[in-house]
């Protein structure tokens, strides 16, 4: 009994260290030629400083003290975000009445401009009289920025008709297929794809987007879901799903641990299946994902990562990370 029983532990024992030696960053080659990139959330904007991190709130007041000019999703704050060294600026789009896509955030005028109204259910020309810096506050209830914004919503062909020095990524902020088609179909009249990192948000017009864009990456959060929750079953021996393949996945920095070869391991797996890694900010458990957006923040990202690093704060995230680098 003795002898089945030691024998039974010496085969555990050599089953753990090879799942360690497998799943191990220790001796992962080529660190050295690391690139950590970074992907600008809505450009250079004023971060939301509140509490109340529903899709339902206004993000418009309180921000944090305002040092700078620009407003989300706007030609000059991708500009700045490129000049700071993003690789990849994240921008937000609604299909217009006039079948214009806009580039907007909010579901609604109201929290943030001096318009009214469900955003995608106006024509572009009256977008474009508003002011997307209106209620941007600091609490200070001067609304400095006030008058400062009044024409800069830009369509999705005004962003794409610059020659950036990086790539777009863009945010679906509808659930409707026809606006992922439309976008598809203006994609290719333009043969501008090699300028879109990817697609993501809602799930009909993301999937409908990528059916007919050859090439083009995305997810929605079933995909991203069902890609990690195979990988967290199948991950230990070097198996990557089929939903983990030709995409990026949005890894949150407190669920990392949980992940197979984190972090060079599971950056070198799934690059070489197509996919690239963007480690954001740590998720809150009510579907909201934050970003990485102090020196705290960023100390907590492993060495030599060679993946995305998801920000509100480019301006703060990107020195540092050049420095390093």
Known sequence: MRKKLKSLSIVLVLMVVALWAGNTSLFVAGLENHD????????????????????????????????????????????EAFRLGADVVEIDVHLTSDNVFAVFHDWTLDCRTDGTGVTHKQSFAYLQTLDVAYRIDDATGTYPLRGQGVGLMPSLTDVLGVD?????????????????????????????????????GGAPPTRAAIEMTPGLRGFDRASLKGCLTRYLALGWSG??????????????????????????RFTKRLGAVGTDVVLAGPYDGT???????????????????????????????????????
């Open 164 to 200: 950036w020095d990086g790539q777009l990524l863009i945010n679906f902020k509808s659930n409707r297929a026809e606006d992922g088609a439309e976008f598809a179909r203006r994609l290719a009249e333009l043969r501008m794809s090699d300028q879109v990192f990817g697609v993501y």
């Open 287 to 325: 579907g909201f994902i934050s970003s990485i957006n102090d020196i705290d923040a960023l100390s907590q990202v492993p060495d030599a990562f060679d993946g995305y690093i998801w920000t509100d704060r480019i301006e703060v995230i990107a020195p540092r990370i050049m420095a390093e680098d």
């Open 36 to 79: 950590t990139r970074l992907i600008a959330h809505r450009g250079v904007h004023q971060v939301y400083a509140g509490t109340d991190r529903s899709i339902d709130s206004c993000h418009a007041a309180p921000v944090e003290t305002i040092e700078h000019p620009f407003v989300e999703n706007t030609l000059p704050s991708i500009a």
């Open 239 to 264: 198996h990557i799903p089929e939903s983990c393949r030709d995409t990026f996945v949005v890894v949150p920095q407190n669920y990392t641990g949980l992940l197979w070869g984190w972090p060079h």
